[in-house]
């Protein structure tokens, strides 16, 4: 199976708010030979404000990005769904994807009635770069150049590429930063392969599951702040709540030890950082490694033996395992339901009926969609089927509706008056602008000055 390695560039830092205004992709073989490529642009949707500092650094003008010559929203991810369903089955690999790009694409078909899954279903796995390059620089320290900053290493794409021989004089463009990330991968395969082949294969949500249900213990590598995590872990349950996640036993902790615990103590000693229960995301490529196969200095003050007999203990006693799975369940913050549809994405799957009517709004004529977008019973689709005919054709709405996404418009417009919110508004984005433009920057200057104008307008 091949690779599909990605990208985007977007309207800001918010993976629920913010719009993919650049996608690119590349496709290639298992050896990371090119096969084809990618690209496309569309113009913001109606209720979206781009934040200035993202326009500064991809280096689009508010007036590039509302130019109507562009494919609108819906018709570009009409376009992705088409190229990258005919590149599956294939590792779908990013930058830093999983927190990021991932996250925005799947929005992406969310709000355009498409199954936001295509990245990890139908045969696809994925992966991230970015912990591939994290992690083979912490377990084959000579793998690859990490520039530092003051004493820390720094692994934005567009230093660490430079310093391992790649070009990247385009930074910040989607097909720039695409060939940027198959050469860091490239680094990784040719000076790593061990690491490579480790990245590849548990970025199959079957190939982890399985790994962790076999090995007794096992290491897993976690990246915060730039600086990896290394875990001795022994996997004694799924999380209930979700199937495709293992809950595991950091073993610097002595099972014998927690079984002698009252449940109020062991309760306490969960909730504690670092966390003596891990769950591991099985379908989001953790990064899994055999204990003989990494340095030994990785694996902590506990030897073989000792690491062997707590795993087997583990496994072992039944009784301590259910008390591990119902203390981390309690020790979990419940989450709160928001009001916004584009938070609600991970509450609940489309019902067979519902996905059947998804697939006949897109094969119908525009005409005939405001009614397709009607007859679905989840509210989330019900409302972002009316944003994208809103953005097509608003005269086929229903005076009620088209209502709904004007007041939709306002309320990104001006959050009302509320700081706080998780989108840009017309104040926020201002008031950014004008700080960019006063900092001297001539291109901050040239790209911006319209938008804060426009802006200005808005604000009255």
């Known amino acids: 199976m091949g690779f599909v390695f990605y990208d985007t560039e977007t309207t800001g830092v918010s993976t629920d708010f913010d719009q993919i205004l650049q996608f690119a992709a590349i496709r290639t073989d298992e050896d990371l030979v090119e096969l084809d490529r990618f690209e496309i642009r569309c113009r913001l949707q109606p209720h979206v404000l781009p934040h200035p500092g993202a326009l500064r650094v991809t280096g689009m003008s508010f007036e590039r990005v509302s130019d109507h010559s562009l494919p609108s929203h819906y018709e570009m991810v009409r376009a992705i769904v088409e190229r990258l369903s005919a590149w599956s089955p294939a590792v779908f690999v990013g930058y830093n994807s999983m927190r990021f790009d991932e996250q925005l694409l799947r929005q992406a078909l969310f709000q355009t009635l498409h199954p936001p899954y295509l990245t990890n279903t139908g045969g696809n796995c994925r992966a991230d770069a970015l912990a591939l390059v994290q992690v083979a620089a912490a377990i084959e ?14 692994y934005k794409l567009d230093q660490l590429a430079p310093a391992n021989g790649f070009d990247h004089g385009n930074a910040h463009d989607a097909l720039a930063d695409v060939e940027a990330t198959i050469h860091m991968a490239r680094c990784v395969m040719e000076r790593a392969p061990d ?38 872990l022994c996997a004694f349950a799924r999380d209930p709540g979700q199937a495709s996640a293992a809950l595991c036993l950091d073993l610097r902790h002595d099972p014998a030890r927690l079984a002698a615990m009252p449940d109020e103590d062991l309760a306490k000693l969960v909730k504690r950082s670092p966390k003596p229960v891990r769950r591991i995301r099985l379908n989001a490529a953790p990064a899994l490694a055999c204990l003989d196969d990494v340095p030994p200095a990785l ?6 033996a000792e690491i062997a007999s707590r795993a087997r203990a583990i496994r072992a006693d039944a009784a301590l395992r259910k008390r591990l799975v119902e203390a981390t369940i309690a020790a979990r913050e419940e989450r709160e339901a928001s009001e916004h549809f584009e938070e609600q994405i991970y509450d609940g799957f489309a019902s067979i009926e519902d996905s059947r009517r998804m697939a006949r709004f897109h094969e119908s004529p525009w005409a005939q969609r405001p009614a397709v977008v009607e007859s679905m019973d989840d509210p989330r689709l019900r409302h972002f089927g009316r944003r994208v005919v809103f953005d097509h054709a608003e005269h086929l709405l229903h005076p009620d509706h088209r209502a709904e996404m004007h007041a939709l418009a306002a309320l990104r417009r001006d959050g009302n008056g509320d700081a706080t919110v ?11 602008a004008v700080e960019l433009i006063a900092g001297g920057d001539p291109v901050a200057l040239e790209l911006l000055a319209g938008y804060r104008d426009h802006l200005a307008r808005l604000l009255g």
């Open 422 to 432: 998780k989108w840009t508004t017309a104040r926020a984005a201002h008031d950014a």
């Open 299 to 304: 694996l902590g003050a506990l030897g073989a």
């Open 141 to 154: 320290c000579d793998c690859i150049v990490v520039p530092h900053h003051d004493g820390k290493p720094v």
């Open 195 to 232: 690491c490579w082949d480790r990245f590849v294969r548990f970025s199959s949500k079957a190939a982890a599951a399985s790994f962790v249900d076999d090995e007794d213990a096992f290491l897993l590598t976690e990246v915060y702040f730039n600086r990896a995590y290394h875990y001795v």
